[in-house]
């Protein structure tokens, strides 16, 4: 059975790490990673602030992430500088969740050294938050900035994770679902036009749907692997925190950004 590793804070080792790189397992659920208290003080927070749209209007989130800038290297670091005091703001005298998964993930991978990404004098973004309401769903697709990205000095990383910190959930749908087949360049074929790719290149693929995130909860996957949010039909939207984790195995490094 191709199912995810449900564990607590503590119990995470890089041999799991690696198990989710070569397709071990599907995904890490590190259970109540952050304080549920502190997650409803941030969606609080979040409602106040002014948001971004992408897909005309289809997803909503707060910051910048890159590949709604793959061609605008420019425009996005611009962006970046533009957006980080309202981000700095929603966590002002609470512990940054993402400064806390760059100490588990220190904590886990003690020989490589972590930090935000940069390239030459201009951060990358730390993170996004992402808003889904109701009826909204995230298409099948997969993230790989080593293709998406190439214009950035973040593509030549060796290996890519995707982190996401649920601060909250729905009551209905807005699952994660995810297929056991890596995206390669001859899938392309089965993009749609606007975003993601068709249903065919999975249709005989196995899956498996994460079961019973909570707020709090932090999961870890290999993002090439397609995957998807099912349709949100409870009233609560579900916003979450993500940022990509980039391992150059060389340089024993890793690097983080949206």
Aim: glycine share 6%.
């Amino acid at each position: 059975m191709w199912e995810p590793q449900i564990v607590d804070y503590s119990k995470v080792r890089t041999v799991d790490i690696d198990s989710l790189l070569s397709g071990g397992i599907p995904a890490i659920v590190v259970k109540n990673f952050y304080k549920k208290d502190l997650c409803r003080k941030i969606v609080t927070r979040i409602e106040n602030c002014k948001k971004n749209y992408f897909l005309n209007g289809h997803s909503m989130h707060i910051g910048t992430f890159l590949m709604a800038y793959a061609t605008q290297k420019e425009l996005y670091f611009e962006d970046v500088k533009k957006y980080e005091y309202a981000l700095n703001s929603i966590f002002s005298k609470i512990k940054n969740p993402a400064l806390k998964i760059h100490e588990f993930i220190n904590s886990v991978m003690p020989h490589f050294d972590i930090s935000q990404a940069r390239e030459f004098h201009s951060k990358y973004s730390p993170f996004i938050v992402r808003i889904h309401e109701k009826g909204k769903s995230i298409p099948i697709h997969k993230d790989n900035v080593k293709y998406e990205g190439i214009e950035y000095e973040i593509s030549k990383i060796d290996h890519q994770l995707s982190c996401v910190l649920h601060l909250q959930e729905s009551e209905y749908g807005g699952n994660l679902v995810i297929y056991n087949k890596q995206w390669n360049k001859e899938n392309e074929v089965f993009r749609n036009i606007d975003f993601g790719y068709s249903s065919k290149l999975i249709s005989s693929v196995a899956s498996c749907e994460i079961p019973n995130i909570t707020s709090g909860d932090l999961v870890i996957i290999n993002p090439n692997y397609y995957h998807k949010v099912t349709k949100i039909t409870g009233k609560n939207p579900r916003i979450t925190l993500g940022m990509f984790l980039g391992i150059f195995e060389g340089a024993q490094k890793i690097v983080t950004w949206a």
